[in-house]
């Protein structure tokens, strides 16, 4: 799952889309596109959001039917499921929400595959609980991502144990590389992030065995409008997912 934090302007999105998913076609690697329509969880007001989620899903629903790539998004609310449920191949709950039991059951009935992110401050054992709650309904198109646990103030790291510990619960685990770098809150008014690390922590999650990768990826991370510190050049990603996916073949993960 790749893709810019949230919707600049649907050129940006479809362009780098595109480009994209020319990168994962060469390298035989499945794609799904990431961008949100809306980011509710900005640290400060003044912060920007997104297109809002007419507009936004009008620019996903270009990504999948021009391109044919399946699109996943954040969902925040329990009134957002239905209309993104239309458009999305995958909604996803952010980790701030990953507790919010309306909002999983919701998006569990909606039939959707969801991608619930796993807060900051549980216990990787937790997710079991969110799991049965997801799973209540009769859905079992989940998937878990582990992004880093809070570390004191304004940081984050990654226990590589929670990988292995999840993936027992019989559920695809994903790791964000590049939420994993954040430092929340880290500038004041914004977040910082240290995108340096995001090869050495994705080797590191590839090797310890995991089903898929998150990152976010932008053309210019430097003058993106959201979580520019911690996202992945584009022009960067290429050469990265060739050394992981030469690292994948070596490590290939149990079955879950």
């Known amino acids: 799952m790749a893709g810019p934090c949230v919707i600049e302007s649907r050129e940006m999105a479809l362009?780098?889309?595109?480009?994209?998913?020319d990168i994962c076609n060469r390298l035989d690697i499945p794609f799904i596109f990431k961008s949100s329509f809306d980011k509710g969880n900005r640290s400060s007001l003044a912060s920007f959001r997104g297109p809002g989620i007419d507009e936004g899903l009008r620019t996903l629903a270009e990504v999948r039917e021009h391109l044919r790539i399946p699109v996943v998004t954040d969902i925040h609310s329990?009134?957002?499921?239905?209309?993104?449920?239309?458009?999305?191949d995958v909604l996803q709950i952010p980790a701030f929400l990953c507790r919010q039991t309306d909002l999983i059951l919701a998006a569990s009935r909606s039939g959707r595959c969801v991608n619930i992110k796993k807060g900051q401050f549980l216990a990787p054992w937790d997710m079991?609980?969110?799991?049965?709650?997801?799973?209540?309904?009769?859905?079992?198109?989940?998937?878990?991502?582990?992004?880093g646990s809070s570390f004191g103030y304004n940081n984050l790291v990654v226990d590589f144990r929670g990988l292995p510990i999840m993936r027992a619960f019989g559920y695809p685990v994903v790791f964000d590389v590049t939420h994993s770098l954040q430092l929340p809150g880290g500038k004041g008014d914004r977040s910082?992030?240290?995108?340096?690390?995001?090869?050495?922590?994705?080797?590191?999650?590839?090797?310890?065995?995991?089903?898929?990768?998150?990152?976010?990826?932008?053309?210019?991370p430097d003058r993106a409008l959201c979580d520019g510190p911690n996202m992945i050049p584009l022009d960067d990603l290429e050469g990265m997912l060739a050394r992981l996916r030469e690292l994948q073949g070596k490590c290939s993960p149990p079955p879950c």
Do not use: W, Y
């Open 128 to 147: 079991k609980n969110v799991i049965e709650k997801f799973t209540s309904t009769g859905n079992r198109q989940l998937i878990i991502t582990e992004r």
């Open 192 to 220: 910082g992030g240290q995108r340096e690390f995001a090869e050495p922590l994705a080797r590191a999650a590839v090797a310890v065995g995991v089903d898929g990768l998150f990152m976010e990826v932008h053309p210019a």
């Open 15 to 21: 362009q780098t889309a595109g480009r994209l998913a």
């Open 78 to 88: 329990t009134a957002e499921v239905a209309q993104a449920a239309e458009v999305a």
